[in-house]
């Protein structure tokens, strides 16, 4: 079973008697049905609708614990402070706490286990004080997985303040409750989802002749179709136009990221249909 420490993550804690009811009225995901045990997905939005900051948020006795980029951790308590106004509840980061993750496997005794709701194959996070438990994988080896999964995470495959949650598959991955009530961005978000809107998506790319360098344009045709993300072992992840890519593959051309051929598909989990090509097949 492979752990990996992650110490490009840190924790923030939201604590006290109002937590859930603060939470449940600015994030994308339902925290009043999160189990003991599960870390979910889940997204701090512009009035926009647009992504602030991306987490796995799961419980704590007396509160919930995000789980998100260590440079943003400081930024995030900032930002949820503005909305306490009068709640009865604690904000602050974590900084005595490692973050790990172990897939194919039990987790280790000595951490806290909650399990990756985003896709059973990542297995769970882990909790715990700086060495309580080693490491047998590199931080590379679990992003390696990730990426082999189809599984996204901003600032490595989507802009944070630029990408909308159906861009970056929450929709797909339990990041968005649709039945809870609102919250900041929730009307462009429902908008979306009930018109079917989402042009732009996480596709899995395989790249043959190897990666191209993150920020990549991928282009068919003389048209721009996406960027690509992260990447490991010839597989990558790449924010792509559907329907230009639909209409290139239409017309018989190859997409190609930095001179690189990709092929681009939609990630073994994911649901999302693609738009009817505008163009005729070639030939």
Known sequence: MPVALLPDRA???VTGPDAAALLQGVLTCNVETLQDGEARLGALLTPQGKILFDFLV???PDGFRFDVQADRAADLAKRLSLYRL??????AADPTVAVAAAWDGPAPAAAEAVADS???DLGARLYAAEGAFSADAAEADYHAHRIALGIPEGGRD???????PHEALMDQLGGIDFKKGC???QEVVSRMQHRGT???RILAAAYPDGAPAPGTEITAGGKVLGTTGSSAGGHGLALVRLDRLVDALGAGETPRAGGHPATLARPAYATFTLPEAAASPAG
């Open 118 to 120: 985003r896709h059973a």
């Open 58 to 60: 799961s419980r704590l």
């Open 198 to 200: 989402a042009r732009t």
């Open 86 to 91: 009068r709640a009865q509840v604690a904000i």
């Open 11 to 13: 924790l923030v804690a």
């Open 158 to 164: 989507y802009a944070f303040g630029d990408a909308f």
């Open 183 to 185: 919250y900041v961005g």
